[in-house]
């Protein structure tokens, strides 16, 4: 079974826009390098289409674009994307599925037919997995930034704190901190 790992940009104070981060080769190089390790991408319906609207036309070469985005472009094609949806069930974009059915037993399913991982990339269906006690990992890339607005983490509440271990931190270049942590056991 392969593990769900959450990742995403958030800055101090919890902001997750995905506008207010630093956007960089250091930052970009560690995605590619998520996506790399992971045999599947994961989304909600709202990060899917943000993705969707801006993505292929790089990875097509449509759109000036610096050699990391290019790459990072390039891979979210052919990787497999998984998509909830309650409100869409049409995704055309290259190797996008949508995840049917109960969300507890449909990512589990999902996850046992991964062993490579899934890479998480959504703020609202992270907070919904999070409480189905589905996300093994963390991996987030904390900006020096205080935003002073939403949306935030977990906005929706859990209902209860998550324990977890510190399993590295390093500095970018940026100033951005690139944090893993694992559930506690």
Same mark, same amino acid.
């Given at each position: 079974?392969?593990?769900?790992?959450?990742?995403?940009?958030?800055?101090?104070?919890?902001?997750?826009?995905?506008?207010?981060?630093?956007?960089?080769?250091?930052?970009?190089?560690?995605?590619?390098?998520?996506?790399?390790?992971?045999?599947?991408?994961?989304?909600?319906?709202?990060?899917?289409?943000?993705?969707?609207?801006?993505?292929?036309?790089?990875?097509?070469?449509?759109?000036?674009?610096?050699?990391?985005?290019?790459?990072?472009?390039?891979?979210?094609?052919?990787?497999?994307?998984?998509?909830?949806?309650?409100?869409?069930?049409?995704?055309?974009?290259?190797?996008?599925?949508?995840?049917?059915?109960?969300? =507890?037993?449909?990512?589990?399913?999902?996850?046992?037919?991964?062993?490579? +991982? $899934? /890479?998480?990339?959504?703020? &609202?269906? @992270?907070?919904?997995?999070?409480?189905?006690?589905?996300?093994?990992?963390?991996?987030?890339?904390?900006?020096?930034?205080?935003?002073?607005?939403?949306?935030?983490?977990?906005?929706?509440?859990?209902?209860?704190? =998550?324990?977890?271990?510190?399993?590295?931190?390093?500095?970018?270049?940026? +100033? $951005? /901190?690139?944090?893993?942590? &694992?559930? @506690?056991?």
């Amino acid at each position: 079974m392969g593990l769900l790992t959450f990742s995403l940009n958030v800055t101090l104070d919890g902001c997750v826009d995905h506008e207010e981060g630093i956007v960089d080769d250091e930052t970009h190089a560690f995605f590619i390098r998520l996506m790399d390790e992971s045999g599947a991408m994961l989304w909600g319906r709202v990060t899917y289409e943000m993705m969707e609207s801006a993505w292929p036309a790089v990875a097509r070469g449509d759109v000036e674009a610096p050699p990391t985005m290019r790459e990072w472009a390039v891979k979210l094609e052919a990787k497999p994307k998984y998509v909830v949806s309650s409100t869409r069930t049409d995704f055309p974009w290259t190797n996008s599925h949508h995840v049917t059915g109960d969300l =507890r037993e449909s990512v589990q399913r999902l996850k046992d037919a991964t062993p490579a +991982g $899934v /890479l998480l990339g959504s703020g &609202r269906l @992270a907070t919904e997995l999070d409480r189905l006690d589905l996300i093994d990992e963390y991996r987030m890339l904390v900006h020096p930034r205080i935003a002073g607005h939403g949306p935030t983490l977990h906005q929706g509440g859990l209902p209860g704190t =998550r324990r977890l271990e510190l399993l590295s931190a390093e500095p970018l270049r940026s +100033g $951005v /901190l690139a944090v893993h942590y &694992r559930r @506690a056991p």
